[in-house]
């Protein structure tokens, strides 16, 4: 395949910077050059990162479009897209917000789908109506789907909760996410468990691993994640979890290679790209039982009922005594960052066929 140019739309405030990093990555590996544009503003250690990585890093201080008041940012976003494209003579848009995916361009759109409000609120709330306040934002994820030119989740999960809350009947194809492995995982654990993610969002459910770690020996419970809200506020963190905030990159690599345990308790989580982190670092994964996560790690995780304190707490203590599903080696064969650079550039080629054509 032909070297192309990929403008590759971000953000900067959760997962989707960490996939569109990995995947620039990859594609630069391959010959391909990528204009990152980060919608926010990014840290000097994320710009150094880009950088790093080989992108062209252009940025434009826009919330986001699940976030409050974002309503004239979407419109702008619309605009920024629009002229990075033009400037930089991209081939292809690689979209990974809806606002971004609607951009009036003359080259293909790849919109791929990380998360979206509905489906958090029916599987977090368990409410599956439109609430007068999403109104617009389901619009917009509707318009969305209509104009991409290709349509992309990181979950059948994902891509099916979608088509149901959006009324999207196009196919929308399923592309996993992937992460770089370590040389080797580190054979010998502490009995240390590690839970992720931003404590503020109740899909986390954080305050469940709190509570089941009540009464009894589980050693140190680690909690790596922002407590700060994008709209502002600070959330605590319950004992006996004990808070390292957000951690780089080599740090949280380092206490991952640590922990004997990875514990996720999300209500919604559709894909994992943390479980996929710590996997590949050696460690067992304790999730609780939904469909995203059963569709990434199959039989190689240990799952508990999702909400339920008490089966948290016996598969705790279970998978602390005594070994369990090795997931390590599912991550390094079907997770990997050339299997994903690959659908992507695959992708990439078949679009830019399908509007020549």
């Not at 492995?181 to 305050?207: L, M, S």
Request: proline fraction near 6%; aromatic fraction near 8%; charge should be negative.
């Amino acid at each position: 395949m032909s070297p192309r140019r990929i403008l590759l739309t971000t953000d900067v405030v959760g997962g989707v910077w960490d996939f569109c990093l990995t995947l620039t990555g990859g594609l630069r590996a391959a010959g391909d050059d990528v204009v990152l544009l980060a919608l926010g503003a990014p840290t000097p250690a994320q710009s150094e990162a880009a950088q790093r990585a080989g992108a062209t890093l252009v940025s434009a201080p826009l919330r986001l479009e699940w976030m409050a008041n974002s309503e004239k940012d979407v419109e702008t976003t619309r605009t920024v897209v629009r002229q990075v494209a033009e400037q930089t003579r991209a081939d292809v848009v690689h979209a990974n917000q809806f606002a971004a995916a609607c951009a009036e361009v003359d080259v293909p759109v790849v919109l791929t789908i990380h998360s979206d409000v509905l489906s958090w609120r029916r599987w977090t709330l368990g409410d599956s109506n439109v609430a007068p306040e999403w109104h617009a934002y389901s619009r917009l994820v509707s318009d969305a789907a209509s104009r991409a030119t290709e349509l992309v989740a990181v979950s059948r999960f994902l891509a099916d909760q979608v088509a149901d809350l959006y009324a999207v009947t196009r196919p929308i194809r399923v592309v996993h996410n992937g992460w770089p492995a370590p040389a080797q995982a580190e054979a010998t654990r502490e009995r240390i468990t590690v839970a992720a993610g931003r404590i503020w969002d109740a899909a986390k459910n954080i305050a469940l691993v709190a509570e089941a770690a009540t009464g009894w020996d589980h050693g140190p419970v680690y909690l790596a994640g922002e407590t700060s809200h994008p709209d502002g506020g600070t959330a605590g963190v319950p004992q006996p979890l004990e808070p390292v905030g957000f951690l780089e990159r080599d740090a949280l690599d380092a206490l991952l290679s640590r922990a004997r345990v990875y514990v996720s308790p999300a209500r919604y989580d559709p894909f994992g790209l943390l479980p996929l982190q710590a996997a590949l670092h050696g460690c067992q994964l304790l999730l609780s039982d939904i469909p995203s996560y059963r569709e990434v790690w199959g039989e190689t995780a240990t799952y508990f009922r999702s909400d339920d304190v008490s089966d948290l707490r016996r598969a705790w203590q279970r998978l602390l005594n005594g070994p369990g599903e090795n997931p390590s080696t599912r991550a390094r064969q079907t997770l990997s960052v050339d299997r994903m650079v690959e659908c992507y550039r695959s992708l990439y080629s078949t679009v830019r066929s399908a509007v020549a054509a």
